[in-house]
């Protein structure tokens, strides 16, 4: 082959191996960005009371808390409490670290709540037997 032959040949090698990093990096710079949370926010909208027509204050306003734990104005009656883990997390037989773990359940695990403890921690029903979570795994449904 002639020596004008391979600088042709290479230089269209060089050439689309540029344009294909050129796209790689492309797409790596406009990859969607995921955040990985290791507490979750529990969020709640309250209303403020209502005022009587005779008021001249501010209208009802909306308050947003940012809690870690819940309050007991943000849990929803004992009877119709359930729960669903924020992220994989240990299922305990007593409500401390150093308590045997009964088993690891997935992030989305859904669950009754018996109790939520001042402790951290929140007493569910898993498995028909009484069992203990962090609290701050627990994501409060109400239904």
């Given amino acids: 082959m002639k020596k004008t032959t391979i600088n042709v040949i290479l230089i269209s090698i060089i050439t689309i ?3 294909s990093i050129c ?3 492309f797409c790596i710079v406009t990859r969607p960005r995921y955040v990985i949370v290791n507490e979750p926010e529990a969020a709640m909208i309250t209303e403020a009371s209502n005022l009587s027509e005779d008021d001249t204050q501010e209208p009802e306003s909306v308050t947003v808390k940012n809690d870690t734990e819940p309050s007991p104005e943000q ?3 004992a009877s119709t ?3 669903k883990t924020s992220t994989r997390v240990n299922i305990r037989d007593a409500a401390t670290e150093d308590a045997k773990v009964l088993t690891t359940v997935d992030e989305g ?3 009754d709540i018996l ?3 001042d402790n951290g921690w929140t007493k569910i029903l898993y498995e028909g037997s009484e069992a203990y ?3 701050s795994y627990v994501i409060i449904m109400n239904e």
Avoid: A, R
């Fill in 17 to 19: 191996m540029s344009v």
């Fill in 109 to 111: 695990t859904t669950f």
């Fill in 115 to 117: 109790e939520i403890l």
């Fill in 75 to 77: 849990q929803p009656p």
């Fill in 133 to 135: 979570i962090s609290s």
């Fill in 81 to 83: 409490m359930h729960g």
């Fill in 23 to 25: 796209f790689l990096i």
